[in-house]
C-alpha cells in the first residue's frame, strides 16, 4: 500500500498522455460486451501500454512509406500542428475497439468510414488517390497490427507460440474487414506475404522525412514522459524492418541491446504501476485501458 499515492500518479500522468481532458475525455473501461471477449488475444497484446506505444512508432513509421497513404495524412488533417493530439486519436481508436462496448466500437468504426469518404485527392506524381481503396486499407492495417503483436512479441511475450500469433491476426481481421480493407490476413504468413507484395509501391521524399522527423521529436508532457517516450520512439525505429530502415535513411543497425534494455524497463515499471506485477500480461477485466 506504500506505493500506491505513487502509482495513481503515474497511471494519471499516462491517463493524461492519452486523453485530452479539456475534451472530457477519459480512460477506456474495458467492458465484457466489447467486440474482442475478455479470453481474446486482442484484449492481451493490445493492453500493454509500452509495447502498444512501440508497435504504434515502428507501425506509423512503415504507413507513411505508401505515397498514397502518406498524402492523405499531409493533405487532410492537421497532424503538423498536431502530432500528440493524432497519436492520442489513434490510442483511442484501439482502445475503444478493443475494450469499450461493442455498440461504442461499431460507432467509430463508422465515423472513421465517413471520415475516409471525405479523403481523396492527387498526389504529385499526378495519380489520383482515395481513403476508401481498399488495398490503401490493408495496408495501414497490416503494418499497424504486425508492429503491435511485434513489439508484444519482444518486450512482453518472446516466447508466444505461432498459433497465437496467427490469432491474433485472425482476430484484429473483423477490425480491417468493418473499414472494407482487402486483402484482410488472417496469419503472420498472410502479413508477411501482404506486405512483402506492396514494397514495390512504397517510397520516399521530403514529406516522408518530414513526417519521420516529427513522430521522432515528438514531445508528450513532463520530463519524465519525455524521457520514457525517447526509449520508446528508439525502440520502435528499433522494430523497423532493414529494408524500410534504409528506405528512412536511417542507420543499418542501431544500439538495440541499450535500447531493448531500456523498453523492457519501462514496460516492466509501468505494468507494475497499472497492475502490480512487472510480469503481469493479462490485465484485470476491471481496470480501464489507456
Given at each position: 500500500m506504500?506505493?500506491?499515492p505513487a502509482?495513481a500518479?503515474?497511471?494519471?500522468?499516462i491517463?493524461?498522455v492519452?486523453?485530452?481532458?479539456?475534451?472530457?475525455?477519459?480512460?477506456v473501461?474495458r467492458?465484457?460486451?466489447?467486440?474482442f471477449?475478455?479470453d481474446?488475444?486482442a484484449?492481451?497484446v493490445n493492453g500493454?501500454?509500452?509495447?502498444?506505444m512501440i508497435g504504434?512508432?515502428?507501425?506509423?513509421?512503415?504507413?507513411?512509406?505508401h505515397?498514397?497513404v502518406?498524402?492523405?495524412?499531409?493533405d487532410?488533417s492537421?497532424?503538423?500542428?498536431?502530432?500528440?493530439?493524432?497519436l492520442?486519436?489513434?490510442?483511442?481508436?484501439?482502445?475503444?475497439?478493443?475494450?469499450?462496448?461493442?455498440?461504442d466500437?461499431?460507432?467509430?468504426?463508422?465515423r472513421?468510414?465517413?471520415?475516409?469518404?471525405?479523403?481523396?485527392g492527387?498526389?504529385?506524381?499526378?495519380?489520383?488517390?482515395d481513403a476508401t481503396?481498399?488495398a490503401l486499407l490493408?495496408?495501414?492495417?497490416?503494418?499497424?497490427?504486425?508492429?503491435?503483436?511485434?513489439?508484444?512479441?519482444r518486450?512482453?511475450?518472446?516466447d508466444?507460440?505461432?498459433?497465437g500469433?496467427?490469432?491474433y491476426f485472425?482476430?484484429?481481421?473483423?477490425?480491417?474487414?468493418?473499414l472494407?480493407?482487402?486483402p484482410i490476413?488472417?496469419?503472420?504468413?498472410?502479413a508477411?506475404a501482404?506486405?512483402?507484395s506492396?514494397?514495390?509501391?512504397?517510397?520516399?521524399?521530403d514529406?516522408?522525412?518530414?513526417?519521420?522527423?516529427?513522430?521522432l521529436?515528438?514531445?508528450?508532457?513532463?520530463?519524465?514522459?519525455?524521457?520514457a517516450?525517447?526509449v520508446?520512439?528508439?525502440?520502435?525505429?528499433?522494430?523497423l524492418?532493414?529494408?524500410?530502415?534504409?528506405m528512412?535513411?536511417?542507420p543499418?543497425?542501431l544500439p538495440t541491446?541499450?535500447v531493448r534494455?531500456?523498453?523492457?524497463?519501462?514496460a516492466?515499471f509501468?505494468?507494475?504501476?497499472?497492475d502490480g506485477s512487472p510480469?503481469?500480461?493479462?490485465?484485470p477485466?476491471?481496470v480501464?485501458?489507456?
Open positions: 506504500i506505493f500506491e502509482k500518479r503515474i497511471r494519471q500522468r491517463a493524461d492519452f486523453n485530452d481532458a479539456s475534451r472530457g475525455e477519459r480512460p473501461l467492458r465484457a460486451d466489447a467486440l471477449p475478455p481474446s488475444v484484449w492481451e500493454d501500454v509500452v509495447t502498444m504504434g512508432v515502428s507501425g506509423l513509421l512503415l504507413q507513411m512509406l505515397p498514397a502518406l498524402a492523405g495524412v499531409w487532410h492537421d497532424f503538423r500542428a498536431d502530432m500528440h493530439g493524432r492520442r486519436r489513434t490510442a483511442k481508436f484501439i482502445a475503444t475497439t478493443t475494450y469499450a462496448s461493442a455498440d466500437g461499431r460507432a467509430l468504426l463508422d472513421v468510414n465517413h471520415i475516409h469518404t471525405h479523403i481523396k492527387v498526389l504529385p506524381s499526378g495519380v489520383a488517390y481503396d481498399p490493408a495496408w495501414v492495417h497490416v503494418t499497424e497490427v504486425k508492429s503491435f503483436l511485434d513489439a508484444w512479441i518486450y512482453a511475450e518472446p508466444m507460440p505461432p498459433a500469433q496467427d490469432r485472425d482476430e484484429m481481421a473483423r477490425i480491417a474487414e468493418a472494407g480493407a482487402d490476413p488472417r496469419t503472420r504468413a498472410d508477411e501482404l506486405i512483402r506492396m514494397r514495390p509501391q512504397l517510397g520516399v521524399d514529406r516522408t522525412r518530414e513526417v519521420a522527423r516529427m513522430v521529436g515528438q514531445r508528450l508532457g513532463s520530463p519524465a514522459i519525455d524521457a517516450s525517447g520508446i520512439m528508439q525502440a520502435g525505429l528499433d522494430m524492418p532493414d529494408w524500410a530502415r534504409r528512412h535513411g536511417l543499418p543497425s541491446p541499450l534494455a531500456g523498453a523492457r524497463s519501462t516492466r509501468l505494468r507494475w504501476a497499472f510480469n503481469r500480461r493479462v490485465h477485466k476491471d480501464t485501458s489507456f
